[in-house]
């Protein structure tokens, strides 16, 4: 069962993120609202969700449906894929052997003879030939390893508090202008995706806007196939 204390301590951490990312000072107080609040409980949050279930946690001061379902996976998995996202912590053999088809000589292989930390670092051997030199990976293997990353690292979560109808094309397109604009213009701070950046430049515009009660995160497209077409300003 986790602590309330090592809970709140990631909720935080996903708000200092978020603030040097530049996202909206509504979006971080939230999140480091919703982090004293658990602090603040007499009981285990864990114990809430026993009890409640993810529909406990929402009602909790602070939390709502997003950060409930943040907590439900720090209850139930003890990991926070919002914070895997912007800042990996796992070690990277293990990291490499949750790829169908990697073992774990495979992967410590991969670590050490070529560098290989994550997901991304993968994808990326995978596609300019490098994976290809290493003895094992044939390509029936490299194949299987790229449709698998694909999925994994390509994925588009719609989030379950919004649903798709509610939310206007011309929001959508309101967000990619003003994305584009301020991009363009040099006013966006630029992260380093681990996708497809084996240098770790920091190249890639990001915005965090609002719309009402709706967050948008917004960045160019940074997937294999926008590579492949060259584009990456989408």
Known sequence: MLPNEPI??????VARLLNEQGASLYRVEAWRRAAMNVRRLPAPVSRIYEREGTDGLRKL??????IGIALRDLIVTGKLPMLDRLRGEMDPVEILRSVPGIGRVQAARLHHDLG????EDLEAAAHDGRLANVAGFGEKRIAGIVDSLASRLGRVRQPASI????????EL???DR???????????RRIAPRRFNPKGEAWLPILHTQRGDRHYTALFSNTARAHDLGRTGD
Do not use: N
Not at 8 to 13: F, H, T
Not at 116 to 119: N, S, T
Not at 163 to 170: F, G, I, L, Q, T
């Open 8 to 13: 709140a301590q990631r909720l935080d951490e």
């Open 61 to 66: 001061p602070g939390v709502g449906d997003r």
């Open 116 to 119: 290989i930390d994550h997901l």
């Open 163 to 170: 649903p798709p109808d509610e939310v206007s094309v011309e």
């Open 173 to 175: 397109l309101d967000i």
């Open 178 to 188: 003003e994305y584009r604009e301020a991009a363009e213009a040099g006013k966006l």
